[in-house]
């Protein structure tokens, strides 16, 4: 599958050279492989583009401008489309492509089965937020959470029984030591 580009080499608009390279800069930084077809110099290509974006993403005049994206003849979207995929993290699904592992794009994907999961959990569950979070990354569960508490609690009762002791001593007369 090859995403094509239809561009117009030889555009008097900055804002659509501007548009044309952010696209084929992307993808080449991305090494995504595409093709770049010229609009300007040929007139097939022109009428292919034409009359292959679908009427509802065709402006007002009815000819759309490049640059146009498609894989093979699936129509992806203009500029703007692309750039909001861009934005979202979405671009490989953008182009019909399958992300690389380790993209932010598959991260997402596999964080979105995730996500419902803990709607599911917080709908139900009765763990607050930060003590779920907590035992996903591995860190302090509950278990050692009470552990924690009770020790801290013996503590206090063995300092308690020190200070009582302290206390019952006071009333007692000192002995003196003869020097």
């Not at 608009?13 to 090494?31: D, P």
């Not at 995929?85 to 699904?93: L, T």
Request: hydrophobic fraction near 25%.
């Amino acid at each position: 599958m090859v995403i094509k580009v239809f561009v117009a080499t030889s555009s008097g608009s900055i804002a659509i050279r501007k548009k044309q390279q952010e696209v084929v800069g992307f993808l080449e930084a991305n090494k995504i492989d595409f093709k770049e077809l010229d609009i300007a110099g040929d007139e097939d290509n022109r009428k292919w583009m034409r009359e292959n974006v679908p009427g509802e993403k065709k402006p007002q005049n009815g000819i759309p401008l490049p640059p146009q994206i498609f894989n093979e003849e699936q129509y992806c979207g203009d500029f703007d489309s692309f750039f909001s995929a861009k934005e979202e993290n979405i671009i490989y699904s953008f182009l019909g492509l399958a992300p690389p592992p380790g993209s932010k794009e598959t991260e997402k994907t596999e964080e979105g089965g995730e996500n419902e999961v803990r709607k599911d959990d917080e709908d139900g569950g009765n763990l607050p937020e930060s003590q779920e979070k907590d035992e996903e990354e591995g860190e302090t569960t509950s278990k050692e959470k009470e552990e924690v508490a009770e020790e801290e609690a013996e503590g206090e009762a063995e300092e308690e029984g020190a200070e009582e002791e302290a206390e019952e001593g006071e009333g007692e007369p000192e002995e003196e030591e003869d020097s």
